[in-house]
């Protein structure tokens, strides 16, 4: 890229950015050293200025301390210059704004007046009060034509509720200028799936119910509810990571190509996953479907306690921290391929992956032994590490050996395969796609209701049994009945981690 290029580009990402719930954990520990790096790699304008909004009294001063503490211990000392740290806090500014309080909004005004560049409105706080501010800011004349608004998960309770969040966003802001942020999809790993798909013929041609048998998606959690109680019991694992994670991932997998990359026509195959998921009957919800919540156990080699012993804990909740379930895409693609879910917290290990399972070969010829070996894998890892492996089989070496076989992976570490170059975290991308008025890493209205549709017929078939979520012991891979599930179709979670 020419020097000349970049500077146009980087005019273009020319904003302002008005951080609401700046002293927040999210703020905190993810979108100011996104930020920072964003600025530390040269992508963000001179011009270009940050205003913290919370309800505390502070001085400028102690805020930019605050940030700087953070900055310290959240990013890597390497990546710590320092004299790429003091231009960023020099960027910054804050104002104290009671979020239901109309005149305090004028603090928005005054800092945006005189200002050529856009807005874009970042809302790190809780749902319920979204239209408390996006009123706000319009009733104080803080917003113009092209003022952009990214909203943070989860986004309701349910259908209902999310319908009726999107509907007061929507008074202020047009679609087209709203962002919803799943932090997944800013994940690299996710980027190269979907270059994996539709760049490359080997794996376009063989996506489909012909050649892949199953598919598993499993998003582990290590940790408990970290002091969230109030939040999560009224959520429970469903809400809080399927109805977004997990569903997002299963329809980047499962989408069909897109007419081009742009941002709709990305998300109407989105969509149309969605709208192909099968339905849960009562029978298949018994069949199908595991709730687990985990009991006091060992995690990381310490003793930790049940979920109902947690801090604050309602000892009769039914919530869920784990669930389990097997679904399909009742489309021509994907006919008779059953995708497995699972997601957790108290697992053994922090894990996302994604497991393509290929149909084996008609006929086989080698040891009958070594059948269950015969299909390869492709698996794809969005964390600890992020990559991509294709388990292939080959010859096992030696004269003693035959014709025996043995699995090996044809392997992509992105660290290893890209040494010089720096990861970026998933909300550098966001933040950047934010800044440059790209949307299609975002999710629309439309995906947000159809993926509530589908979840709350389960948490209504759920309630209408009152059946108690399945024990497991923090620190296992969830309650035995989602390993029956997977062994009555004869098949097995892959954990070759």
């Known amino acids: ?3 000349d290029t970049r500077s146009q580009d980087i005019g273009r ?9 700046a002293l927040g954990d999210l703020a905190l520990r993810k979108l100011f050293p996104a930020l920072y790096q964003l600025d530390r790699e040269g992508l963000m304008p001179a011009d270009t200025r940050v205003l913290g909004l919370a309800r505390h009294e502070l001085e400028v001063s102690d805020f930019r301390d605050k940030v700087s503490a953070a900055l310290k211990k959240r990013v890597k000392p390497k990546e710590q210059d320092p004299e790429s740290l003091a231009r960023f806090i020099e960027r910054i500014d804050y104002a104290k704004v009671d979020f239901a309080k109309p005149e305090d909004y004028q603090a928005v005004r005054t800092w945006r007046e005189g200002s050529p560049r856009p807005m874009v409105v970042y ?17 104080s004349d803080s917003l113009d034509d092209e003022t952009r608004v990214v909203v943070e998960k989860p986004i309701g309770y349910d259908l209902a509720s999310s319908q009726e969040i999107n509907d007061v966003i929507g008074e202020v802001f047009p679609e087209s200028r709203i962002y919803r942020i799943d932090h997944y999809l800013g994940k690299e790993t996710v980027q190269n799936l979907i270059a994996l798909r539709f760049a490359n013929p080997l794996f376009g041609t063989q996506w489909n119910q012909n ?6 998606i499993t998003v582990a959690e290590e940790v408990g509810i970290e002091g969230r109680w109030g939040y999560f019991d009224q959520a429970g694992q469903l809400r809080d990571m399927v109805q977004n994670h997990l569903l997002q991932l299963l329809c980047l997998t ?10 709709d026509a990305i998300r109407d195959e989105k969509v149309k996953v969605l709208k192909a998921l099968k339905p849960f009957t009562h029978e298949a919800l018994d069949r199908d479907v595991v709730r687990g919540q985990y009991t006091a156990g060992t995690s990381g080699g310490q003793s930790v306690p049940g979920y109902l012993e947690e801090e604050g804990a309602n000892t009769d909740s039914h919530t869920e921290t784990f669930v389990a379930m097997k679904t399909e895409v009742s489309n021509w693609r994907w006919a008779g391929v059953p995708f497995y879910l699972r997601t957790g917290k108290r697992l053994p290990d922090k894990l996302s992956q994604i497991v393509i399972h290929f149909r084996q070969q008609p006929h086989y010829i080698f040891d009958p032994d070594q059948r269950s070996l015969a299909a390869n894998k492709l698996v794809i890892r969005l964390q600890p590490e992020e990559g991509i492996a294709l388990q292939v089989l080959t010859k096992d070496a030696g004269l003693d050996k035959g014709m025996r076989l043995r699995t090996g992976p044809l392997h992509l570490d992105f660290n290893s395969a890209f040494p010089k170059t720096r990861i970026p975290d998933a909300y550098e991308r966001l933040l950047l796609e934010v800044m440059k008025g790209q949307q299609y890493l975002f999710v629309r209205r439309d995906e947000i209701e159809y993926a509530w549709r589908w979840c709350d017929q389960l948490i209504a078939g759920w309630e209408d049994r009152g059946t108690p979520p399945r024990r497991y012991p923090a620190g296992s891979w969830g309650p035995v009945a989602s390993i029956a599930m997977i062994t009555q179709d004869g098949r097995s979670w892959y954990e070759d981690y």
């Open 254 to 263: 499962a989408m069909d190509p897109p007419s081009n990359l742009d941002a």
């Open 1 to 3: 890229m020419t020097r």
């Open 13 to 21: 990402l020319d904003v302002d950015l008005a951080l609401f719930g």
């Open 123 to 139: 809302l790190s706080v809780p749902a319920k009060i979204y239209g408390d501010i996006c009123r706000n800011l319009e009733a």
């Open 211 to 216: 050649h892949i048998s199953h598919v598993e």
